[in-house]
């Protein structure tokens, strides 16, 4: 379908702006906070981190194909994903960095250091900022097989900064899988599913948008190969 | 990027935006139960999010076992004598209430070693002060549409090249 990418673009723009709407506007001051306008950030804090978790799960998914069978296409979303995933990473991270410095207060380096839920998701990000930088190099073979050993790490570093508020030492609220989640206000359910909606229709545009850059990226490369 | 910076740095450097005092001077309101020979040192005004403090002087031949401090909607905290101190002090966490409230009652009870009590009343107000944590939601609002805005001309700019080649 023609205009299909801007179609999913604009209507995940339209869900977030959707989301802001409803978290800055329809409803007030968030109650039983230290910080009832920080709270507000909620509603994109928690998707973009969601998003960051898919991003980098289907870097993960991407290299074990690419592993196992040598798909070009693996390989490409692989490479995608991770740019992604940084951006959406750095996004709730930030984000929830201004959230906490507001709710929590104290100092945000010793936080980062004592916290395992912000320490493990930290790490995660500079993981594939590392991914990243190393694919930066020239696209041969050896490179996307180490690149995807690298994305492999995510099977561990994904599910330890998910799981970290859960079993280690952390401040981070949990709700998903806790009684906390079946007392969710509805309306707040719903402001974060539009901004959960909202950055999943922007992922997938922006994600179609980067891998047809990459096969631009590799046709130049292959024309330029066979003239050689 | 170098807004994105210079906010990340002053974020960085800025002070807790809450201010506490567990000084007796900070204290505005003072009580002195004669009976007992203690006297109570606390703020009139309760702020929500910052944590409230009573200080209390211990009589000199202080033979009390435990102070209780009760508020209305049941809210307690029970504070065992240390002989050794001249002076004593309990804090309520600063979100115990989260709506404003005036002539709030604090019920005291002093249990003496025999079990006897005597208890009295104070009365303070449930502050809630304007949220200065608007910088932090714009802030990090800013966050979302520079990541996005930036990592779109990025890759529109590298589409752009690759078309013209």
Same mark, same amino acid.
């Given at each position: 379908?023609?205009?299909?990418?801007?179609?999913?673009?604009?209507?995940?723009?339209?869900?977030?702006?959707?989301?802001?709407?409803f978290?800055?506007?329809?409803?007030?001051?968030a109650? @039983?906070?230290?910080?009832?306008?920080?709270?507000?950030?909620?509603?994109?804090?928690?998707?973009?981190?969601?998003?960051?978790?898919?991003?980098f799960?289907?870097?993960v998914?991407?290299?074990?194909?690419?592993?196992?069978?040598?798909?070009?296409?693996?390989?490409?979303?692989?490479?995608?994903?991770?740019?992604l995933?940084?951006? $959406?990473? $750095? =996004?709730?991270l930030?984000?929830?960095?201004f959230?906490?410095?507001?709710?929590?207060?104290?100092?945000?380096?010793?936080?980062?250091?004592?916290d =395992?839920?912000?320490?493990?998701?930290?790490?995660?990000?500079?993981?594939?900022?590392?991914?990243?930088?190393?694919r930066?190099?020239?696209?041969?073979?050896?490179?996307?097989?180490?690149?995807?050993?690298?994305?492999?790490?995510?099977?561990?570093?994904?599910?330890?900064?998910?799981?970290?508020?859960?079993?280690?030492?952390?401040?981070?609220?949990?709700?998903v899988?806790t009684?906390?989640?079946?007392?969710?206000?509805?309306?707040?359910?719903?402001?974060?599913?539009?901004?959960?909606?909202? @950055?999943?229709f922007?992922?997938?545009?922006?994600?179609?948008?980067?891998?047809e850059?990459?096969?631009?990226?590799?046709?130049?490369?292959?024309?330029?190969?066979?003239?050689? | 990027?170098?807004?994105?910076?210079?906010?990340?740095?002053?974020?960085?450097?800025?002070?807790s935006?809450?201010?506490?005092?567990?000084?007796?001077?900070?204290?505005?309101?003072?009580?002195?139960?004669?009976?007992?020979?203690?006297?109570?040192?606390?703020?009139?005004?309760?702020?929500?999010?910052?944590?409230?403090y009573? #200080?209390?002087?211990?009589?000199?031949?202080?033979?009390?076992?435990?102070?209780?401090?009760?508020?209305?909607?049941? #809210?307690?905290?029970?504070?065992?004598?240390?002989?050794?101190?001249?002076?004593?002090?309990?804090s309520?966490?600063?979100?115990?209430?989260?709506e404003?409230?005036?002539?709030?009652?604090?019920?005291?009870?002093?249990?003496?070693?025999?079990?006897?009590?005597s &208890?009295?009343?104070?009365k #303070?107000? #449930?502050?809630?002060?304007?949220?200065? &944590?608007?910088?932090?939601?714009?802030?990090?609002?800013?966050?979302?549409?520079?990541a996005?805005?930036?990592?779109?001309?990025?890759?529109?700019?590298?589409?752009?090249?690759?078309?013209?080649?």
């Amino acid at each position: 379908m023609r205009y299909q990418r801007e179609i999913i673009g604009l209507l995940g723009f339209s869900l977030v702006l959707g989301a802001l709407y409803f978290s800055l506007i329809e409803t007030g001051p968030a109650k @039983f906070f230290t910080a009832p306008n920080a709270q507000k950030l909620f509603y994109l804090h928690v998707p973009s981190g969601l998003i960051t978790y898919l991003a980098f799960l289907m870097v993960v998914g991407g290299s074990m194909v690419f592993l196992y069978n040598g798909s070009e296409d693996a390989d490409k979303l692989a490479k995608s994903s991770t740019e992604l995933g940084i951006v $959406f990473g $750095f =996004m709730s991270l930030a984000s929830g960095t201004f959230w906490m410095k507001a709710e929590w207060g104290g100092d945000i380096v010793s936080r980062f250091l004592t916290d =395992m839920r912000l320490a493990t998701t930290l790490a995660m990000w500079l993981l594939y900022i590392a991914y990243f930088v190393y694919r930066r190099q020239p696209d041969t073979q050896q490179v996307k097989v180490n690149a995807a050993v690298l994305g492999l790490s995510g099977l561990l570093m994904v599910p330890l900064s998910y799981l970290s508020s859960r079993f280690l030492r952390s401040h981070h609220p949990v709700i998903v899988g806790t009684e906390d989640q079946g007392s969710l206000d509805p309306s707040l359910r719903f402001g974060l599913y539009l901004g959960l909606f909202g @950055f999943l229709f922007i992922f997938i545009f922006l994600l179609k948008f980067r891998m047809e850059i990459e096969e631009m990226e590799r046709d130049i490369l292959r024309s330029k190969m066979e003239k050689i | 990027m170098r807004l994105l910076a210079l906010f990340l740095t002053i974020l960085l450097f800025s002070g807790s935006s809450l201010a506490e005092c567990r000084n007796k001077d900070c204290m505005t309101a003072q009580f002195e139960l004669e009976t007992m020979g203690h006297t109570f040192h606390y703020d009139e005004v309760f702020n929500i999010g910052t944590n409230w403090y009573i #200080i209390f002087d211990y009589p000199e031949n202080n033979t009390n076992k435990t102070i209780t401090f009760e508020f209305y909607n049941g #809210i307690s905290k029970v504070h065992e004598y240390d002989n050794d101190l001249v002076t004593d002090s309990i804090s309520f966490s600063g979100s115990t209430f989260n709506e404003e409230k005036l002539n709030l009652v604090l019920n005291i009870t002093i249990t003496n070693e025999d079990n006897s009590t005597s &208890d009295f009343n104070l009365k #303070i107000d #449930i502050n809630k002060p304007p949220a200065d &944590d608007l910088f932090y939601l714009w802030g990090g609002m800013t966050v979302f549409w520079t990541a996005i805005g930036a990592y779109v001309l990025y890759i529109s700019s590298k589409f752009t090249k690759l078309r013209d080649k």
